[in-house]
């Protein structure tokens, strides 16, 4: 696999991951069990992963390949809900905590969701830099955040960042 192909991947994982903690926001999760609604989460996202990918400027994938195993990033998928799990109540006390006059409860849950997904990668998956991270957030708030939105979320990031 190419480093195209493994950035494609993680691309693809992070939004994902990020569509998940906004579905169980949206349910209004108990936040239990994450490793089990996870992994029954990933099967009903497959032709989300492919147009994720595809809108990337993935690769065509063979029908005969295992899409499942290229388009997601599996190592990565796991520790990010193990550390999300482990780690929610500080990752939200971050947001609250930055987020000026805003908190999870009254930002829009799409945003939070962002939040939740970069804060992690910032706070507990040392190996990605701060600011790909920061960056990939913003693309997804670009993309899913009302106009502007994106602004106050790499503010909040930006906060968290200078206080690791």
């Not at 502007?148 to 200078?162: C, F, P």
Request: charged share 30%; with cysteine.
């Amino acid at each position: 696999m190419s480093n195209r192909d493994i950035i494609i991947q993680r691309k693809v994982s992070r939004e994902l991951f990020m569509k998940f903690l906004y579905q169980e926001a949206v349910l209004k999760s108990d936040w239990s069990d994450l490793k089990a609604k996870f992994e029954e989460f990933i099967p009903s996202v497959q032709d989300d992963a492919m147009e994720i990918h595809n809108s990337h400027g993935g690769r065509e994938l063979d029908l005969l390949e295992m899409p499942g195993d290229l388009l997601l990033d599996a190592s990565y998928l796991m520790d990010m809900v193990a550390a999300f799990d482990a780690n929610r109540e500080e990752i939200d006390s971050n947001i609250n905590k930055f987020a000026r006059k805003w908190t999870i409860d009254t930002l829009p849950i799409v945003d939070v969701a962002i939040l939740r997904m970069a804060i992690t990668e910032i706070l507990y998956m040392i190996d990605i830099p701060d600011g790909i991270t920061c960056d990939e957030a913003v693309n997804l708030a670009k993309k899913y955040c009302d106009d502007g939105a994106y602004k106050y979320i790499n503010g909040i990031l930006g906060s968290v960042v200078n206080d690791k």
